[in-house]
């Protein structure tokens, strides 16, 4: 059988596995999907020997998808815009493309699985770190209105936003510095909910039909989405159906064919509870 794995570290917790083996059953694939802690320095060494034994494909999950990203011999754009990877695929010349596919299971998630608009919408980001760099570039390709990305340290929100500014407007700023306006739609891409934490948010940011998504998911809605349904958020969503699209898109990179998400949404679901 083919064999594919996620490397992370920590990567116990890890649903690929799962969620791969559900694809392939589903499209009748061939595969052997499973996760692998790698030791902080060993990323670039692990991967080598992973595709040098006929390894077929990787995914990358924290704190990797920077060494990932070296790690790749070729990048798609959105990769390279990203900065970060989190699918490796084997070639049929033998060379590694690196792929993001993040973004694109965030927006199907919002857009298609949830039918959140995105175009036009005033949208903020919580989190400067490695989880938002691949989200920002498939979310501006949306239109939305203009993305606001708010970071604990608000230098790298603003660095962060430079990158992408480009593909529409986007800007970094503090979160205190989120005192006027509001948004249609807030994702959390901050670590804070690991540790029930919650960024420090002013009241009424959210307007009337306003959206929340948190790019963490659970089996108890997180800090963040306990603040937005407290805030009358008209809907809140976890990132769980942003985990298996994301997964979907990285299946379809390395088979060629497009699972059905929904069913694998549901099993995922059931899992955590
Ligand atoms: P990841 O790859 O999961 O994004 P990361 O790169 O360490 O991990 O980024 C974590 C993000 O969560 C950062 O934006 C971090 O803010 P800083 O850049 O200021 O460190 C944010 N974060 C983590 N804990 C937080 C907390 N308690 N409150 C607010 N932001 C937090």
Known sequence: KDQYAVYGNPVKHSKSPQIHAAFAEQTGQQLHYRARKIELEHFAEAATKF??????????????KLDAFEFADQLSGRARRAGAVNTLALQEDGSVYGDNTDGIGLVRDIHSNLGWELSGRRILVL??????????????????????????????????????????????????????????LIINGTSASMRGDLPPLPHHILSNDGCAYDMMYGAEPTPFMRWAAGETAWAVSDGLGMLVEQAAESFCIWRGVRPDTKPVMDLVRQSLS
Do not use: W
């Open 51 to 64: 595709f040098s034994h006929g390894g077929k494909g990787l995914n990358i999950t924290v704190p990797f």
């Open 127 to 184: 989190g400067a770190g490695g989880a938002v760099r691949g989200i920002l570039g498939p979310l501006l390709k949306q239109r939305p209105a203009h993305v606001l990305v708010a970071n604990r340290t608000v230098s790298k929100a603003q660095s962060l936003a430079k990158n992408f500014e480009s593909l529409g407007h986007v800007a970094g700023c503090s979160y205190e510095g989120l005192t006027s306006g509001q948004f249609d």
